[in-house]
C-alpha cells in the first residue's frame, strides 16, 4: 500500500539555524499538508498546499516557515531561523482532495513524522 | 468548527470489542464523520468515515446514529496494536482541507 515517508526522522538542529524536512507524499495525491505535535499536546494544523500554492495555513505559520514542492515528489517544510518552541513532532499529510465540491469525502494519508529538536 | 466530544481514556481487554463514543451535537447535514488514531510514536492513520449510514472496513466499523449527533467506532476484536489514541473529527464541507484534532480518546488493551 503507498504511503507517505518523511525524513529525517530526527532532525537535531541550534537555536537560529535553519532546517528542512522533506516528505514524499502518494503519488497520484494533489492535496499536501504539514501539521505538528509538540510534546503531549494535539495535533496542530499547520499550511495546506495545492497546485503550488498554500490554500491555506494557520496563525503558527508565519513567516519564518516556507513550503515548497521543488519537484514532481517532493513537499518540504523551512524554517528559517528555528526557535526552542519549534521542537516538535512535524507530520506531512497527502490527500486526493475534494469530491463532488467537498473535502468530506476523502481521507488523509500521514508520515510517521520527523522529531525536531532545537538546542 | 463544529466540536465532537470523546472521554478522554478507555480500557479494553485483548480479543473483546471495543466501542468508542463521540458526540458531535452541533454537526451540520454536510459534515462528514472521520476517525483516526495515533500509534505510539507514529503520525495519524486514517481508520473510517461516513456521512449517515453505518459503515465498515477491515479496520473497524462506524455507527452513526439516526440524528447524527453522535457515532461510535466499533473495534470488533481488540489487539494489543489497537492500543492508541483515537481522535473523532468532523470534516465541515467548507472548511477547507485541514483536519483539526481534539485531545481524543486513549484507549488501552490489557492482554
Known amino acids: 500500500e503507498p504511503e507517505v515517508t518523511q525524513t529525517p526522522s530526527h532532525q537535531v538542529t541550534q537555536m537560529g539555524q535553519e532546517v528542512i524536512l522533506r516528505c514524499v507524499p502518494i503519488?497520484?495525491?494533489?492535496?499536501f499538508y504539514w501539521y505538528r505535535q509538540i510534546l503531549g499536546q494535539k495535533v496542530e494544523f499547520l499550511v495546506s498546499?495545492?497546485?503550488?500554492?498554500?490554500?491555506?495555513k494557520s496563525e503558527i505559520f508565519d513567516d519564518q516557515f516556507s513550503v515548497e514542492r521543488p519537484d514532481g515528489s517532493n513537499f518540504t517544510l523551512k524554517i528559517r531561523s528555528t526557535k526552542l518552541e519549534d521542537s516538535a513532532m512535524y507530520f506531512c499529510?497527502?490527500?486526493?482532495?475534494?469530491?463532488?465540491?467537498?473535502?468530506?469525502?476523502?481521507?488523509?494519508?500521514f508520515g510517521d513524522g520527523t522529531r525536531l529538536s532545537i538546542l | 468548527d463544529a466540536k465532537t466530544t470523546q472521554p478522554n481514556s478507555m480500557e479494553s481487554n485483548e480479543e473483546e470489542p471495543v466501542h468508542l463514543p463521540c458526540n458531535h451535537s452541533?454537526?451540520?447535514?454536510?459534515?462528514?464523520i472521520h476517525w483516526y488514531r495515533q500509534l505510539p510514536s507514529q503520525g495519524p492513520e486514517y481508520v473510517i468515515h461516513?456521512?449517515?449510514s453505518n459503515v465498515n472496513n477491515r479496520m473497524a466499523s462506524l455507527a452513526i446514529a439516526e440524528d447524527r449527533k453522535s457515532s461510535t467506532l466499533i473495534l470488533h476484536r481488540a489487539t494489543l496494536r489497537d492500543a492508541a489514541v483515537y481522535y473523532c473529527?468532523?470534516?465541515?464541507?467548507?472548511?477547507?482541507?485541514?483536519?483539526?484534532f481534539g485531545q481524543g480518546t486513549e484507549l488501552s488493551v490489557k492482554p
Open positions: 499529510a497527502s490527500s486526493r482532495g475534494p469530491t463532488g465540491g467537498t473535502y468530506g469525502n476523502q481521507p488523509q494519508h
Open positions: 503519488s497520484n495525491h494533489l492535496y
Open positions: 498546499f495545492y497546485n503550488n500554492e498554500i490554500s491555506e
Open positions: 452541533t454537526i451540520s447535514g454536510t459534515d462528514y
Open positions: 461516513g456521512l449517515t
Open positions: 473529527i468532523l470534516r465541515e464541507y467548507n472548511q477547507g482541507g485541514k483536519l483539526i
